[in-house]
Nanobody, 118 residues
């Protein structure tokens, strides 16, 4: 399975941005999909996940601002980010696994840079 994240960019505080993660090589319909982010020098941070049944989970720092979704027909996952803050700046990675907690994702894509700057 290959995961390809896209949609990153440079935005201002308060702006919105949508990330996409397209999967190829295998259908991920039954997998839990998720997003993580990382800033150099800091540990990876869980952002959001969505199970095969649509159940979602969010990190405390993004709750009520980010929305994760999936389109199984397109084998693609999305992260709609709103009310972006300076501290949301990071490289965002998508991941997939059978483990609903995504503790050690079996599949992980390359990152896409999100920079929030005034």
């Amino acid at each position: 399975v290959q995961l390809q994240a896209s949609g990153g960019g440079v935005v201002q505080p308060g702006d919105s941005l949508r990330l996409s993660c397209a999967a190829s090589g295998r259908t991920l319909r039954t997998y839990t999909l998720g997003w993580f982010r990382q800033v150099p020098g800091k540990e990876r941070e869980f952002v959001a996940s969505i199970r095969w049944n649509g159940e979602t989970r969010y990190g405390d720092s993004v709750k009520d601002r980010f929305t994760i979704s999936r389109d199984n027909a397109k084998n693609t996952m999305y992260l709609q980010m709103s009310s972006l803050k300076l501290e949301d700046t990071a490289v965002y990675y998508c991941a997939a696994d059978n483990d609903p907690r995504l503790q050690r994702p079996r599949f992980r894509g390359q990152g896409t840079q999100v920079t929030v700057s005034s």
